[in-house]
């Protein structure tokens, strides 16, 4: 088993930023794909891929909606990923969910969820 825990959520005005860290907890999760997915207002049933990155290779994938101003990052000495949230705006906000998944495409599926956190960007 897998236990992610996020942090760094909070309210930001629009253009605002935020840092989102996710720590990993657990078996071994070497060639697994850590991702950040997202849950707006009023979309229970549908979670988001934000942004993913292969913990082994440092792969990185971005979703159409958040590429040039989101970056993920991950520490493997702090077994930790990050999402650095940049000019935000109001249809960012959402709960932020760290994930993993041992294999297969990284935008779909994941296996392990954390808690997620809250981020509300004010217009």
């Known amino acids: 088993q897998l236990e992610l825990v996020e942090s760094g959520g909070g309210l930001v005005q629009t253009g605002g930023s935020l840092t989102l860290s996710c720590v990993v907890s657990g078996r071994s999760f070497d060639g697994f794909s850590m991702g950040w997915w997202r849950q707006a207002p009023g979309k229970e049933k549908e979670k988001q891929f934000v942004?993913?990155?292969?913990?082994?290779?440092?792969?990185?994938y971005y979703s159409d909606a958040v590429k040039g101003r989101f970056t993920i990052s991950r520490d493997v000495a702090k077994n930790a990923i990050y999402l650095q949230m940049n000019s935000l705006k109001p249809e960012d906000t959402a709960v932020y969910y760290c994930?993993?998944?041992?294999?297969?495409?990284?935008?779909?599926?994941?296996?392990?969820w954390g808690q997620g956190t809250q981020v509300t960007v004010a217009s």
């Open positions: 994930a993993a998944k041992q294999r297969g495409i990284v935008t779909f599926q994941y296996d392990y």
């Open positions: 942004a993913a990155v292969k913990w082994t290779d440092g792969g990185i």
